[in-house]
């Protein structure tokens, strides 16, 4: 046996970890995953990275370093994605291509941003999951330049994200 950390109870992606979202547990050791770990101080404090199950076994992999500033000429920039079962798809970490196409298809799509990291996916309360008209939105690590060029974007065109 072995004790380990676990969720108390389900938790959103984004959440910041508090002890009292953490128990210790006993589990047999064959079942535990690799790098799990069995001090809930090393995560209080941490950002979730993806939701988590209520009961699931923590490790290091389950959350992300909070962002409080960017690189140097980065800037973390909201991004409105026309499709928000696409954004529902995203996780902090993935490494996208922003696209631009022209709602009325008028003009070919292009690529605005390459290789824009996603910083996190903010979780929209119940009342305003689900489709809508303001689609759905993501934090991405970008150049400042870039930045300016996926504002005006987004502004005349429908943006979408290819993964790399």
């Not at 490790?59 to 696409?86: E, K, M």
């Not at 690529?111 to 759905?136: F, K, M, N, Q, S």
Request: aromatic share 2%; net charge negative; glycine share 8%.
């Amino acid at each position: 046996m072995i004790t380990v950390v676990k969720a108390k109870s389900q938790l959103p992606g984004g959440a910041v970890l508090s002890a009292t979202d953490l128990v210790l547990d006993p589990v047999v050791a064959s079942d535990v995953p690799e790098n799990v770990l069995t001090d809930p101080n090393e995560l209080i404090g941490k950002t979730l990275a993806a939701p988590v199950a209520e009961n699931q076994m923590m490790t290091l992999f389950t959350t992300t370093v909070a962002r409080t500033s960017a690189q140097p000429g980065h800037v973390i920039a909201p991004l409105r994605l026309g499709d928000t079962a696409v954004t529902a798809l995203l996780h902090p970490g993935d490494v996208v291509d922003i696209v631009a196409a022209d709602a009325q298809g008028e003009q070919p799509a292009i690529v605005i941003a390459a290789g824009a990291r996603v910083v996190t996916v903010p979780e929209l309360p119940d009342d305003r999951a689900g489709p809508g008209p303001e689609g759905g939105l993501v934090l991405i690590d970008v150049d400042s330049h870039t930045a300016t060029l996926l504002a005006q974007a987004a502004a005349s065109a429908t943006l979408s994200i290819i993964w790399r």
